[in-house]
């Protein structure tokens, strides 16, 4: 039971021993490659009311396509499934749900789409994953192109005044600086996390903190990644650091210093979690609940735990200084959040 009353069984939900498993952890980045575009190549059109985008508001890789979609407005054309914050080997389940199952998919876990798609389906069970709903059957769930098609190949769909996240002039720029992102932050701290070795941890530890020095001076005098306005590089920088201090500090051992104690780093995530379309996808305790429950041969005995205080979120971050403009030319999202 957390502090919000809601039951994150670990009787069910655990997978020991599946996370640490060699010295040095290296991410499966296999993903089903097929694509929904407007011109429908791959044999999925764009289509308004046809897909379902299924997240886990636990997942960072999960939250930037919620973050995403609601950005651009797409709520009304793509509909959304929200699985519970824990899982065992098997797959997500939509736990969160009335007699946990999806009430449009009508399934109880988000591998019954995937086993639609390919029976047996032999990779990792992950989610975001888009799901055609007159199939049942999972589409695609390559996150890094997920959101990227989001903010190219539904813009039919997207509401008016909606931001610009993947402006063509700075592509090839945001391509390096995602990358970096990718490989020293975003996934550097599972490389800590999931280190087998005293030295693979330290490896790993040395460059995440070198990645967050660089971050920390990139962001000292502009107010985003790519400059003046928010784009998709901000929004998978966002999903790890807002996860920082609740869990990869203590439970991944990232622990040179906090979040709260990189000035500028701290200041430029508190900036986004107050503009709509990021704090408010935010749930501290369904990600604390995925960590420390799911990761049983790192947390055996499943204590999750009541802090930090999440309050510090809501103070004044100064960033406006920078000058620049979340949304550009657009406006802030206003659609009711439903995830």
Request: hydrophobic residues 35%; contains cysteine.
């Amino acid at each position: 039971m957390d502090t919000q009353g809601r039951d994150f069984s670990t009787q069910d939900f655990s997978t020991k021993g599946a996370y640490v498993t060699g010295s040095e952890y290296t991410r499966d980045t296999n993903y089903i490659e097929t694509r929904i575009t407007r011109d429908g190549a791959d044999g999925f059109p764009v289509e308004a009311g046809r897909y379902r985008l299924i997240v886990a508001r636990a997942c960072p890789w999960a939250h930037r396509s919620t973050i995403v979609r609601r950005l651009l407005g797409l709520e009304d054309a793509i509909s959304i499934g929200v699985c519970g914050p824990t899982h065992d080997v098997r797959s997500w389940t939509f736990d969160l749900d009335p007699g946990g199952v999806d009430p449009v998919l009508g399934i109880e876990r988000i591998q019954e789409a995937y086993f639609k798609r390919t029976p047996d389906y032999p990779r990792g069970i992950t989610v975001p994953a888009i799901v055609d709903v007159p199939s049942g059957a999972v589409v695609t769930n390559n996150f890094p192109q997920i959101t990227l098609d989001l903010s190219t190949e539904w813009k039919e769909f997207q509401r008016e005044g909606a931001p610009e996240l993947y402006p063509e002039e700075l592509r090839e720029e945001m391509a390096d600086v995602n990358q970096r992102v990718f490989t020293e932050v975003n996934n550097g701290v599972y490389r800590c996390g999931f280190a087998g070795s005293q030295e693979a941890y330290e490896s790993a530890y040395l460059r995440l903190f070198a990645g967050l020095d660089w971050l920390e001076a990139r962001l000292a005098s502009q107010r985003y990644l790519m400059g003046q306005n928010i784009t998709e590089a901000d929004v998978r920088l966002f999903t790890t650091l807002v996860r920082f201090d609740a869990v990869y500090h203590g439970h991944f051992k990232c622990n040179r210093n906090k979040l709260t104690e990189m000035p500028v780093l701290w200041a430029y995530a508190r900036d986004l979690f107050q503009t709509p379309g990021f704090g408010d996808t935010v749930d501290f305790e369904q990600i604390k609940a995925h960590y420390y429950i799911v990761h049983t041969d790192l947390n055996p005995t499943h204590i999750v735990p009541l802090g930090p205080d999440p309050s510090g979120w809501a103070a004044p971050h100064g960033r406006e200084a920078l000058g620049g403009s979340p949304f550009g030319a657009g406006t802030a999202p206003t659609h009711a959040v439903d995830a």
